[in-house]
């Protein structure tokens, strides 16, 4: 009953991902929570899988993207364009992941933990594809969710491309999808 009771610990612990605040805001004009955001680049992996060439465990990609920001939950969320922030995120959310996972039997502790690292590091195929992923549902969401001309950070269409370049590696039809939802974005007035 014990290995039990620390699952629904976890349970409870995981309920503090809704109420971290990220960047990106929803159609109904509030900001997106961080566990909103690792619900929705779940479901986008297994939509997208057909367009990444490597064979892929998709339920580990699925677990992986459901764990990537697990460490927010003490740490909180690094806008992706705060280099000073990005910076000293890893270790603050790895001190955090390791704060929410100690509620749990240590096996699974340490699985999550070894998921969560082979995420930051990008070191299998699964990593590789789940960070596309983390990288194209936000240019989707601020796309569809931003009026025309909502720049407040004067972001430019170089920045953002330079920021997701790492997925022509990968994937040239999810590059392909990336540099064209720049392109609408720079044509709605979303960066310079």
Sequence with gaps: MEAIESKVDFVKEIEKLKTVTRFNRTLDGRFENSAEHSWQVALVANLFQDYFPEKLDIGKVTLMLLLHDLGEIYAGDTWVYDTTGKAVSHDKEYLSLQKSLAVLPI????????????????????????????ALVPLINHLVVSEENYNP?????????????FIKED???????AKELIKKSVEKGLYD
């Design 107 to 134: 096996i699974q502790g340490e699985k999550f933990t070894e998921l969560w690292l082979e995420f930051e590091k990008g070191n299998s195929p699964e990593a590789r594809y789940a960070r596309i992923i983390d």
């Design 153 to 165: 950070d004067k972001l430019t269409a170089d920045r953002v491309l330079a920021k997701k370049a």
């Design 171 to 177: 994937s040239e039809i999810l590059w392909q999808l």
